[in-house]
């Protein structure tokens, strides 16, 4: 991928993802979640998007981890977790991947999550 190309997917991802912020479990609020329906949409079309949703998902779990105090990301590979968000948001898809984060946050922390 060229340094164009990058750029333009850049802006489109900025464009894209939506400013309204999504209240989930716990009365926690992600901003900028992308939706389950551009996260399924993006990730079928390997588009540029998808990159940009894939490293969201990323921050988000590892913010979680910090603020929960928990090694749960340790030994879990990210191609499992864009795999887990994938069939979250087919059997979700009115929720956002905000909300997804939350389950597979509590979902890792309760198999193998330990303290820092």
Known sequence: MNSS???VGCLLL???ISAVSSP??????????PS?????SHREKSDPLALGNT???LGYLSGQAVSRGTDFLSG?????????MDNYCRTN?????????????????RKKGTPK
Not at 36 to 40: Q, T, V
Not at 97 to 107: D, T
């Open 55 to 57: 490293s969201w998902l």
């Open 24 to 33: 989930l479990e716990g009365g926690v609020e992600a901003r900028q979640a």
């Open 93 to 109: 898809p009115l929720r956002n991947v905000g909300n997804g984060g939350i389950v597979l946050a509590a979902e890792l922390t």
């Open 76 to 84: 879990t590979d990210n191609v499992s977790i864009y795999k887990w």
């Open 14 to 16: 900025a464009s894209s």
């Open 5 to 7: 190309s990058l750029l």
């Open 36 to 40: 389950c329906g551009e996260w399924i």
